[in-house]
């Protein structure tokens, strides 16, 4: 393979590579989404038993026909003497629709798009497995565009909320139409959407999505800031503050990959700096769809154990993290405090990316926060990264999204802008 000569004296061939590669992997156009529930198309739930569902007290279901209102996602983030400062808003009227089928699925059965897994009754009262058949998202842009997709994820019960669920789920991309025809082509390369947020099927739901399209050429982003957000309102009550945070290797701890006892890389000993970055993008009136990334400056460092088997030829590969440390500090380089988050389900998608030497891999994953100190003690909620991963050469590209579920007077005084708008 043809490797790029040194930009400056003193920098490896090597080096120049990895970053070169990392470049290619932070080309991405974010969009980042709220989903409430379509009040015109009220969500229907598919029985255990064909009784008249006014007899089951809408408990008892195998599958929920999901309608969801998209709207544009405003998180600001900002650091300051006291602290993270987080703002969430939301855009006053819908700029989409997205439409599943979601449905519990046993905890060893393998989903496939289009294919019906055994009927799964619905538990609230512990963490399960599902599935989302016939994705489709659509935009109300000019062009209608949206995107075909399939996924699963997990539930996470919430304690003292009976029948609420967290949920988190990763998403693949299967067809792009409209602006975002062409994905999983060279000029659009592919294609990622995680969630992270919280359900009481059927009907109440406050969801992040983030989706994360490969976007090396620049189609999607915008050379200016798009319009900003009018008349925004704020999140829905109990959806707790979402925070952002760009993750990026750490030139003075570079990614380690781990090897098994047949010399193959399993994974990685991975060490991020923490960005903060406001993610935006605009629909109304446009011919196209057009994202915004502002990064802001590093206030933290992220450190896991990933497991990923990056030489399985398989073009979905599961993946896992142990032991991520999620640190922060202020501008001044004083902590802040630190929360752990493993990823408990994540899957790795194999990726041609135009310029890479070998295949990368496009990463979604979550789960829940747990152990914080500092400003997080006592922090409940969820993490979700959405991303890409190069192990040769070894480096990667990382959107992490931190929801606090609890944002209580204990996190409010020492979290500047938590529980207000």
């Known amino acids: 393979m043809d490797r790029p000569a040194s930009g400056s004296p003193g920098v490896s061939p090597a080096a ?188 109440d739901l406050a969801l992040n999505l983030i989706l994360r399209v490969m976007d090396p050429n620049g189609e999607l982003t915008s050379m200016t800031p798009v319009p900003p957000l009018m008349g925004a309102l704020p999140t829905p009550a109990g959806s707790g503050k979402f925070l952002f945070f760009l993750g990026e290797a750490d030139p003075r701890r570079p990614m380690r990959l781990l090897y098994g006892p047949g010399g193959e890389p399993i994974g990685a000993h991975v060490v991020e700096t923490l960005r903060l970055v406001n993610l935006d993008f605009s629909v109304d009136g446009a011919a196209s769809l057009r994202t915004s990334t502002r990064e802001g400056p590093v206030v933290g460092t992220a450190s896991a154990l990933l497991y990923c088997s990056f030489q399985d030829q398989l073009t979905v590969v599961p993946a896992q993290t142990t032991g991520s440390v999620f640190s922060f500090h202020d501008l001044q380089g004083r902590s802040l405090g630190s929360v752990c988050a493993n990823m408990v389900e994540g899957r790795a998608f194999r990726t041609y990316l135009p310029g890479a030497p070998y295949p990368v891999f496009r990463l979604g994953g979550f789960g829940p926060l747990f152990r914080g100190t500092g400003i997080f003690a006592g922090a409940q909620g969820m993490m979700s990264v959405n991303g890409v991963v190069s192990a040769f050469p070894a480096t990667l590209s990382n959107l992490y999204v931190l929801r606090i579920e609890n944002p209580d007077s204990r996190l409010q005084d020492r979290l500047p802008g938590f529980g207000t708008h």
């Open 16 to 203: 120049a590579e990895t970053e070169r590669v990392s470049r290619l992997l932070k080309s991405a156009a974010y969009f980042p989404i709220f989903n409430v529930h379509n009040d015109a198309v009220p969500n229907d739930t598919v029985p255990l038993l064909p009784v008249a569902k006014q007899t089951l007290g809408q408990l008892l279901f195998t599958a929920v026909n999901v309608n969801e209102a998209l709207h544009r996602f405003a998180v600001t983030m900002e650091v300051d003497p006291q602290g993270l400062a987080a703002s969430n808003r939301i855009s006053r009227n819908p700029i989409g629709n997205v439409s599943i089928r979601w449905t519990p699925i046993p905890d060893d059965y393998a989903p496939s798009p289009g294919v019906s897994p055994p009927p799964t009754l619905l538990n609230p009262f512990r963490s399960q497995r599902f599935t989302m058949l016939n994705g489709q998202l659509t935009f109300d842009d000019r062009k209608v565009s949206g995107v075909q997709a399939f996924g699963s994820g997990r539930t996470f019960p919430v304690a003292g909320s009976t029948g609420s669920l967290n949920i988190g789920a990763v998403i693949d991309v299967l067809e792009g139409f409209g602006a975002l025809y062409g994905l999983s082509s060279q000029t659009l390369p592919g294609a990622t959407m995680v969630i992270n947020g919280f359900i009481k099927p059927p009907q």
